[in-house]
Each structure stands twice: as C-alpha cells, then as structure tokens.
Nanobody, 127 residues
Framework: QVQLVESGGGLVQAGDSLRLSCAAS????????MGWFRQAPGKEREFVAT????????DYADSVMGRFTISRDTAKNMVSLQMNSLKPEDTAVYYC????????????????????WGQGTQVTVSS
C-alpha cells in the first residue's frame, strides 16, 4: 500500500524559503505522477505543482510559478517542493499526493485524479 509522509513545514516570514519533502513507500512509482496540493483555512484544497516520475515533466499553478520548484529523487523515493519568496497567502496545509498515470508521459493537475494522499504539513507565512 502506498504511503506518503510529508515533512518540512513550519513558520516563516514573508520572503523566506522553505523546502517540503514527501517520502513515498509501498510501491514502485514508475508510471506515477506526484503532486503537491494545499488547503488554506476556509478554502478548498487547490493544486500547487506536479511532476511525472518517469520523465520529470512538471506543471505549476499560476500563483506559484517562478517561486516554487517541484523535484523528485527516484533513488530515495522522495518528492520535494522548494518554496521561495513565500507570501502570507501561501499559508496552508500542504499535501503530497500520488496518481497512477494512464499516459506515462503526462502530468496531472486535477485533484480528483489522485489516488493516494499524505497527512499534510502546515506552512505558515507571517507578514
């Protein structure tokens, strides 16, 4: 069974950087997509970034483009989200998720497509 465990959240100031990690286990992640989503208080969960495990193809939400970078370490079964120039509006619980790809070359941004989810890690950005 797939298990995803996030780490790296915390309290930072606006303009700071933070790196989130997601340790994936229980499966071979070939032909999987890995994503990061977030949910702010009182809001619905939203897409942040995704990466194709096979080819490294990425996609980002417009709100984080140029500030966040998603990457994967296939040897360690780890997915990371480097977050730079953080803003108060980035405050949310961040979730790691995994999806089995029907097209092994694509990147999935739809939340409903994802099969597995971590427990989330809190990121708070103060102004």
């Amino acid at each position: 069974q797939v298990q995803l465990v996030e780490s790296g959240g915390g309290l930072v100031q606006a303009g700071d950087s933070l790196r989130l990690s997601c340790a994936a286990s229980g499966h071979t992640f070939k032909n999987y997509g890995m994503g990061w989503f977030r949910q702010a208080p009182g809001k619905e969960r939203e897409f942040v970034a995704t990466i194709n495990w096979n080819n490294g193809r990425t996609d980002y939400a417009d709100s984080v483009m140029g500030r966040f970078t998603i990457s994967r370490d296939t040897a360690k079964n780890m997915v990371s989200l480097q977050m730079n120039s953080l803003k108060p509006e980035d405050t949310a619980v961040y979730y790691c998720a995994a999806v089995s790809l029907w097209d092994p070359t694509t990147a999935i941004i739809e939340e409903s497509e994802y099969d597995y989810w971590g427990q989330g890690t809190q990121v708070t950005v103060s102004s």
